[in-house]
């Protein structure tokens, strides 16, 4: 009865898709999320009649075989990279990337982290963070006598105050792109960390090397299609109910084997 095992494995498979599209239905309110997609592959199978077997003297071969599969495995959450709309706050410490690439934010333990969460704070000391307090790089501090703040497209941070007209640059804001921005690790709080399926860190300005550039006085909502979501729930939960029919179906079958007499 390698059916109830079989099922055993689809039910499974189907209630991690559900765990993953809850998550994303979770974060639909997260700035700069970007929704995950379970995926799957068959296991191995069973080969019965191997294809290509001779099958008589006269060298006539099986065309097909007989090849029993075993169920399903998980291949993947891999995260669907899009550009999430802009929504306007007004703040000035607030920035929203438009287009490729990620702030760069040191962490604690000298770890470096990013995260496309624009909504930046500032430190009793003027040094701007996230808001879990963790610096942002390069590290820009604002002055306390400094009356207003402007980020431009290229990063460029200005201070005013009151007894100039023109601004005084602190510094520039880099972002930081991938090779393959798919394989970098989820950490939470809006971060990941740099991995051997993404590739080394390419770091350079706003407007530079096919990265995108920075808007000040907004943030980048979730890309989370709640439509989509709810779609693909139904799906989920339509597949885990036959798969536990399927079991219910073998549990029936196995019990008239053993009511033969």
Known sequence: MRALKIAATGMSAQQMRVETISN??????????????????????????????????DGTVLPTGVQLG?????????????QGALSATNGDLDVAIEGLGYLEVTLPNGQTAYTRDGGLKRTGEGLIVTSDGFAVGPEITIPDDARSISINADGEVYAYFDEAAAGQLLGQFTLT?????????????????????????????????????????YLEDSSVDAVREITELIEAQR??????????????MMSATTQVR
């Open 177 to 217: 792109g991938f090779t393959n921005s798919k394989g970098l690790e989820a950490i939470g709080s809006n971060m990941f960390l740099e991995t051997e399926a993404s590739g080394p860190a390419l770091v350079s300005s706003p407007g530079e090397d096919g990265l995108g550039t920075l808007r000040q006085g």
């Open 239 to 252: 597949g885990y109910e036959m798969n536990a029919k399927v079991i219910s179906a073998v549990d029936q």
């Open 70 to 82: 075993l169920g399903v495995r998980p291949a993947a959450v891999s995260i669907h990279l899009q």
């Open 24 to 57: 994303n239905l979770a974060n639909m309110s997260t700035t700069g999320y970007n929704a995950r997609r379970a995926e799957f592959a068959d296991l191995h199978y069973q080969q019965m009649a191997r294809a290509g077997t001779i099958n008589a003297s």
